[in-house]
């Protein structure tokens, strides 16, 4: 599996980055056409990702949208993918399997200032997330874990081939979403190659329940075990340097900050 960070800026776009995405694939066999490709899974669609998508590959090769939760830094550019999807000059695929907690579905019809779901799930096609559900998209295999934030929110743990065509090791990594340290973070975590964490609070802020610091995600990486630690989320006004440090104090392995265009190779 590969990991390519599409938006890494916490709670805004920012002037090194969009906001929230990822896209995560795979090499797999598809048994529609007896072939191996590669398959593409994208975590979130903050402002300005879409276009960030689109340098690294056709948006309608994607195969699967999976949203964190229902904040715009997470998802406003979900209707850029609609209008792509909708009316593209070629025409378009099939609906493009979406999912999230419940409430992406109306939120999703609202940034476009539609008074009827149903327009976009002509496009989106919508489904609700709920803790533990599975879903399989290729040769991978993504579970939900609830998170702890101001809304319902989900991090999604992913287990795929190796990169490495050679190995027949499944590797692992997950993305927190937006969320407190929290039980199902921790049960997410357990073995995970690579751990990406939100960190959108440092440890001067006090405010519990909405996002991690730095120490929080270096606590969730040494408690889990996990091989690597990539911090994300950090607000544009933030030096990375500081939630790094503050993992870094906690968490011995490998840790580094998500770069807008950074990719991890599992
Ligand atoms: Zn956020
Ligand atoms: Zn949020």
């Not at 489904?127 to 533990?132: I, Q, R």
């Amino acid at each position: 599996m590969r990991l390519t960070v599409l938006g890494s800026s916490g709670s805004m776009s920012g002037p090194a980055s969009s906001a929230s995405s990822y896209l995560v694939q795979a090499q797999g066999f598809d048994r529609e056409t007896g072939k191996m490709r590669t398959w593409s899974v994208v975590l979130d669609m903050g402002p300005g990702s879409f276009g960030e998508l689109w340098k690294q590959m056709d948006p309608r090769d994607v195969d699967a949208l999976l949203i964190s939760h229902g904040h715009a830094d997470h998802m406003a550019d979900v209707i850029s993918f609609y209008v792509f999807l909708k009316w593209h000059p070629e025409g378009h695929r099939a609906p493009l399997y979406t999912a999230g907690p419940a409430e992406v579905r109306a939120r999703m019809a609202q940034i476009d200032g539609y008074a009827d779901e149903d327009e976009i799930v002509e496009m989106l096609d919508f489904h609700a997330v709920a803790s533990g559900d599975v879903l399989q998209v290729g040769p991978m295999r993504i579970t939900a874990f609830p998170g702890n934030h101001t809304v319902e929110s989900f991090g999604f743990r992913i287990e795929g081939p190796s990169d490495d065509l050679q190995s027949t090791t499944s590797v692992t990594l997950a993305y927190t979403g937006d969320t407190d340290s929290c039980d199902g973070m921790t049960e997410m975590a357990q073995g995970l190659d690579l751990l990406l964490a939100e960190c959108g609070f440092t440890e001067v802020e006090q405010t519990r329940g909405i996002h991690l610091t730095g120490g929080r995600a270096g606590v969730l990486a040494r408690e889990g075990g996990v091989g690597q630690l990539v911090l994300t989320h950090i607000q544009p006004w933030t030096d990375p340097e500081v939630p790094l440090s503050e993992a870094q104090s906690q968490f011995d392995g490998q840790t580094e900050v998500a770069l807008a265009g950074s990719t991890w190779v599992l």
